[in-house]
């Protein structure tokens, strides 16, 4: 049979040495190695997810403080204990100057589309007309309100074509009924009540020009 026999090592039966592949350069090995650590590097960056940013304006408030996890039903609304004060009366007058207040009291709130209304807890005359009495619905006597500036839920932006989330977190004002999102802004500046019924007395219709 012709022909050369070579062993494992490349070595011929004569000792001679015979390469069976090219060797790589150390530099080439080297160029190689910084691409990778430079790609994997760029990869991660890559990754790594930024701080969504915060769009969300101040005065948030949730709607279950104020009425419990239930937005519609009036069963599992909380009390809460109020004050009313004068923080404005005409010159004219100072029989109810500015600071006068009245008892503690004891309400529930009502959200409605435009205005938030605080309602006695109880009924104001015991065993008449069951208002007040904790049932599916508020019917307490109206002793504050207050206008709803916005209702609207916190989630991120998304892509009105493709529906993919963004990396931005707003005021969501469209995507739910007013009475199923879960936050709102109140415009607390004024008692939309001239009477918040002061043990009975009409304050706000006898001397005028009060606000509460």
């Not at 040495?17 to 090995?29: C, E, V, W």
């Not at 500015?98 to 529930?108: C, F, M």
């Amino acid at each position: 049979m012709s022909g050369e026999l070579r062993t494992q090592n490349g070595t011929d039966r004569n000792g001679g040495i015979h390469p069976t592949a090219p060797r790589r350069s150390r530099l080439g090995q080297a160029l190689t190695l910084v691409a990778l650590g430079a790609l994997s590097a760029g990869t991660v960056d890559c990754a790594q997810q930024r701080a969504p940013i915060d769009q969300r304006q101040e005065n948030r408030l949730s709607k279950s403080f104020f009425v419990g996890p239930d937005l519609r039903g009036g069963q599992d609304d909380p009390e809460f204990y109020v004050n009313n004060f004068v923080v404005a009366a005409p010159a004219s007058q100072t029989l109810v100057p500015v600071g006068t207040y009245d008892e503690v009291d004891r309400i529930r709130f009502e959200i409605q589309e435009n205005f938030l209304i605080a309602r006695k807890a109880y009924e104001y005359v015991t065993g008449s007309d069951g208002r007040g009495v904790r049932g599916p619905t508020n019917t307490g006597l109206i002793v504050a309100v207050y206008r709803i500036i916005s209702h609207f839920d916190e989630r991120p932006a998304y892509s009105p074509i493709t529906g993919e989330e963004l990396n931005i977190i707003t005021e969501n004002t469209t995507d739910r009924p007013w009475f199923q999102r879960e936050k709102f802004r109140v415009d607390w500046s004024q008692n939309l009540v001239d009477n918040p019924d002061w043990g009975g007395l009409f304050y706000g219709q006898i001397f005028g020009d009060l606000l509460f």
